[in-house]
């Protein structure tokens, strides 16, 4: 299984357009120990020629022709792209489905409340479908689904149930008002032929059994890597949310991911979706050098992995 990182920033990409703060603004010097970055997606294949995109967000055209792997042919209008898997309903992760619209056949795979909110708050799917047959399909917690022939075993597993701030309060009464369900999800994908695992958690609330128990014996792990502190924004003047209050733990403190992280197995441990605020995107930074200390890396926009 071939795993590649198209963007490997929070919302808004680093720099971020409106902000100058250091980070940005050494970014925009030039400097070369900061590299810019798209906002968070990846692009799994079981052979190079198959393909399905995690997320799917405003920087997917410029993803797609950044690599070559995912231009399309070899007929006309085809394309390698097969799936979209979505982690959740955010917009950084979901307005990409408007720009793959071009009569595209696509399989969409999300979980119910996920659906919903692209049905009526954010009408994604009513927009698109007079120029694509995208073909929607609802994943269910601990449900394993096949993918690519069979190749590929995707597992769907709760990462918290924070929703977007764009969903109305009437409108998630109405999504959770039966059975509640989770609005963000990690993958955990094993390619039935080599019997490697990678798991995508890119938005991780809380670090708990269940989540626990996917990494437990994975060999290439994405995690969220949004934060450092849980006052990151409040510090730098930015905002009063803190990293809870946006539905992601911070990677450093005694609380932290960082450890935990450190603390399991996997040959590849690779922090993902982090913002423009995160003094470890510096790559001489103090935040920098304790993960590499770690055995922890720091995803890159064009990074590459087998499993």
């Known amino acids: 299984m071939i795993i590649k990182l198209l963007g490997s920033a929070a919302g808004g990409g680093y720099p971020q357009w409106n902000c100058a703060c250091p980070h940005c603004r ?12 798209r906002n968070d997606s990846i692009a799994v294949s079981p052979d190079g020629r198959q393909w399905m995109l995690l997320n799917a967000g405003p920087d997917v055209c410029l993803q797609i022709e950044e690599n070559d792997c995912l231009h399309p042919g070899p007929s006309l209008r085809s394309s390698p792209i097969q799936a979209v898997l979505l982690t959740d309903a955010e917009l950084d992760h979901t307005t990409g489905l408007l720009q793959l619209r071009q009569g595209s056949s696509i399989d969409v795979y999300a979980a119910r409340p996920v659906l919903a909110a692209l049905e009526a708050s954010f009408p994604v799917r009513r927009i698109v479908e ?3 047959s ?3 399909h609802e994943t269910k917690l601990e449900e394993s ?11 769907p597993f709760c990462l918290g149930d924070k929703p977007p701030r764009y969903v109305s309060a009437n409108a998630l009464h109405d999504v959770t008002r039966q059975e509640q369900e989770p609005w963000n999800v ?5 390619d039935l032929s080599t019997g490697g695992t990678v798991v995508y958690a890119p938005g991780i609330e809380a670090w708990t059994i269940t989540l626990e128990r996917h990494l437990t014996d994975a060999d290439c792990i ?9 006052d990151e924004l409040r510090e730098l003047g930015v905002s009063e949310l803190q990293a809870a209050d946006m539905g992601h733990l911070p990677v450093s403190g005694p609380g932290g991911s960082a450890q935990r992280l450190a603390g399991l197995h996997a040959r590849r441990k690779v922090y993902i979706h982090i913002n423009n605020t995160n003094p470890m995107l510096h790559e001489h930074s103090p935040a920098r050098r304790v993960l590499t200390d770690l ?9 590459e992995m087998e499993v």
């Open 26 to 37: 050494r970014v925009r010097s030039g400097d070369p120990s900061s590299r810019s970055r």
């Open 130 to 132: 007079p120029y694509a």
């Open 134 to 136: 995208f073909r929607w």
């Open 145 to 155: 689904f096949s993918l690519f022939e069979g190749k590929l075993w995707v597992c």
């Open 186 to 190: 990690g993958y955990r994908i094993t």
């Open 222 to 230: 994405l995690l969220d890597g949004t934060f450092w502190t849980n």
């Open 295 to 303: 055995g922890i890396e720091i995803g890159f926009d064009g990074m």
